[in-house]
C-alpha cells in the first residue's frame, strides 16, 4: 500500500499550486480521500475531504472558497487545487485513506508534501 503525492512547492501569496496524490496497492474507490496539513508547531488538521465516489466534499472554514478536492477513481488519484494561497497555508501536505468496514478502521499516510507561501 502507498499514497504518493506530489505537486508541493514554494509560492507567492496570492498564487495556485497543485497537489496530486496516487494510490497504489489498495482499493481506491471504497476508501474516502482527506488532505491533512500540519505547520511546524502546529497540531495537524483536515484540510479537505471527498466521498469514495466523489459526491460528497467538506472543507475547513480556512480554506473554503479558495481549495477544491477532486478525485479520479479510474486513476486511482485524488487532487487538491489550492488557490489564493496565504502565509498562513505553509505546511507540509498530507494524502490520507481511510475506510470503516466491519467495524474495523483502514487508513492509510502519505509522505507528505511541502507547500511555502511566501514572498
Known amino acids: 500500500v502507498q499514497l504518493v503525492e506530489s505537486g508541493g512547492g514554494l509560492v507567492q501569496p496570492g498564487g495556485s499550486l497543485r497537489l496530486s496524490c496516487a494510490a497504489f496497492g489498495f482499493t481506491f474507490s471504497r476508501y474516502a480521500m482527506n488532505w491533512y496539513r500540519q505547520a511546524p508547531g502546529k497540531e495537524r488538521e483536515l484540510v479537505a475531504a471527498?466521498?469514495?465516489?466523489?459526491?460528497?466534499?467538506n472543507y475547513a472554514d480556512s480554506v473554503k472558497g479558495r481549495f477544491t478536492i477532486s478525485r479520479d477513481n479510474a486513476k486511482n488519484t485524488v487532487t487538491l487545487q489550492m488557490n489564493s494561497l496565504k502565509p498562513e497555508d505553509t505546511a507540509v501536505y498530507y494524502c490520507h485513506a481511510y475506510r470503516v468496514l466491519g467495524g474495523y478502521q483502514y487508513d492509510y499516510w502519505g509522505q507528505g508534501a511541502q507547500v511555502t507561501v511566501s514572498s
Open positions: 471527498i466521498s469514495s465516489v466523489g459526491v460528497v466534499t
